[in-house]
């Protein structure tokens, strides 16, 4: 074999693991439940039917999702013929993450606990915040908080594109530095 692919769907799962009770995940299967809508006809906007995604289903992603959660997702074609290799695993890093989880990915599971912002207002350090508007020479910041990346979306989002200023936020999910945006950094 000459190459390998990876193809990583983030926040596209195909079912729980069995720490989903930590994160508040139980029951989690995203492929799974929009399978579902698709076959009782709650995603009929612009589509109708069950969920058709011939390419990755020859590709092994409904082989894969039987594997992970012991059943083929509604309406999809669970006898298709596969032409690649699937799997499914389990991450054994400590925690829910993107960072962690590409990691893991690529060989190195990261087996302890990346540093958190516990408070959940002024969830950063005034001296970093400081330090990131000078070095980046930013208006200011806004968020400094712990939020979804959606949530602060809709609430922060129009002010930042007016000002300039950059979010700062801690998701539960991340737990290193990302660029959002020219402007915006998430952290967590």
Same mark, same amino acid.
């Given at each position: 074999?000459?190459?390998? !692919?990876?193809?990583?769907?983030?926040? =596209?799962?195909?079912?729980?693991?069995?720490?989903?009770?930590? =994160?508040?995940?139980?029951?989690?299967?995203? %492929?799974?439940?929009?399978?579902?809508?698709?076959?009782?006809?709650?995603?009929? $906007?612009?589509?109708?039917?069950? %969920? $058709? &995604?011939?390419?990755?289903?020859?590709?092994?992603?409904v082989?894969?999702?039987?594997?992970?959660?012991g059943?083929?997702?509604?309406?999809?074609?669970? $006898?298709?013929?596969?032409?690649?290799?699937?799997?499914?695993?389990?991450?054994?890093?400590?925690?829910?993450?993107?960072?962690?989880?590409h990691?893991?990915?690529?060989?190195?599971?990261?087996? =302890?606990?990346?540093?958190?912002?516990s408070?959940?207002?002024?969830? !950063?350090?005034?001296?970093l915040l400081?330090?990131?508007?000078?070095?980046?020479? %930013?208006?200011?910041?806004?968020?400094?908080?712990?939020?979804?990346?959606?949530?602060? &979306?809709?609430?922060?989002?129009?002010?930042?594109?007016?000002?300039?200023?950059?979010? =700062?936020?801690?998701l539960?999910?991340?737990?290193?530095?990302?660029? &959002?945006?020219?402007?915006?950094?998430?952290?967590?």
């Open positions: 074999m000459k190459r390998a !692919f990876i193809m990583v769907l983030d926040s =596209f799962g195909i079912g729980a693991t069995e720490d989903a009770d930590r =994160f508040g995940d139980v029951g989690s299967d995203t %492929l799974g439940h929009i399978a579902e809508a698709c076959a009782k006809g709650e995603a009929d $906007n612009g589509r109708k039917g069950p %969920l $058709n &995604l011939p390419n990755l289903t020859r590709l092994g992603l082989k894969a999702h039987e594997g992970s959660t059943k083929i997702a509604a309406g999809m074609d669970g $006898n298709a013929d596969v032409i690649g290799a699937y799997a499914w695993a389990h991450e054994l890093s400590s925690g829910k993450d993107t960072p962690s989880g990691w893991e990915i690529a060989g190195v599971p990261v087996l =302890f606990d990346w540093g958190y912002f408070d959940h207002e002024n969830s !950063f350090p005034q001296e400081d330090k990131l508007v000078k070095r980046a020479n %930013l208006p200011g910041y806004l968020g400094n908080c712990h939020s979804s990346g959606t949530v602060i &979306l809709d609430q922060l989002g129009e002010e930042h594109m007016k000002t300039g200023q950059a979010d =700062f936020l801690h539960r999910r991340l737990r290193v530095p990302d660029r &959002l945006s020219r402007r915006d950094f998430w952290s967590g």
